[in-house]
């Protein structure tokens, strides 16, 4: 009982929308009615501004790294599982919270604090080419594409299966989420990600 009670907390946790709580409480507007509609740091700082942006994307770190990290200290190895599971429940919250009529945003800063709390080699793998792609394209989605699947890749070689098992489930969750994202970049209308001097 007490390992299916994490992953529903963790899914909580993950459900929690920062992106809507920081734009409605210090901007009075709704992030989902601005910018690409998501409730991501990316479309924080097309619309917001730079301090906006680094909050919720804080935040949503957060929600993935904290629920994760308890997770495995409590499953330990006797529950290897649990760490990755309360890590894609968490990620699952963002993309399908309940407070938001089971729609959210694409999932990525949350995955990326599952990383974190899972492997930091893979965190820093989907950092570096994160900014990577991004340098390269000047698209959020390209590099939260390229990151994620990489780090899926170095999840298994730095935390075992169960955590590959997170990084594949992960991988496929955030590129059905950039659905339209990719189509955009194949069509060349992708929106940039424009540095927002503010």
């Known amino acids: 009982m007490i390992p299916a009670l994490i992953v529903v907390l963790a899914f909580l946790a993950g459900s929690i929308p920062f992106g809507v709580i920081v734009s409605r409480l210090f901007f009075r507007v709704d992030l989902r009615a601005q910018g ?18 680094i909050v919720v994307l804080i935040l949503d770190i957060l ?6 990290a308890l997770a495995t200290g409590y499953g330990g190895d006797a529950v290897p599982w649990i760490g990755p599971a309360a890590g894609a429940a968490a990620i699952v919250g963002h993309v399908y919270s309940p ?38 394209t000047n698209y959020s989605s390209a590099g939260s594409l390229a990151g994620t699947f990489v780090s899926a890749v170095v999840l298994w070689y730095a935390a075992g299966a169960w955590a590959a098992a997170y990084g594949a489930f992960a ?26 001097a503010r």
Not at 106 to 111: D, E, I, M, S
């Open 36 to 53: 690409s509609g998501n409730i991501g740091a990316a479309n924080a700082l097309r619309t917001l501004g730079k301090v906006p942006a």
């Open 63 to 68: 929600k993935g790294a904290v629920p994760t």
């Open 99 to 136: 407070w938001l009529g089971w729609r959210g945003g694409k999932g990525v800063a949350t995955h990326l604090g599952v990383l974190i709390a899972l492997a930091w080699q893979a965190a820093l793998a989907f950092g570096l080419v994160w900014i990577g792609a991004v340098l390269a």
């Open 171 to 196: 991988s496929l969750l955030i590129l059905y989420t950039h659905r339209e994202n990719v189509a955009r970049l194949r069509a060349g209308t992708e929106n940039p990600l424009r540095k927002v």
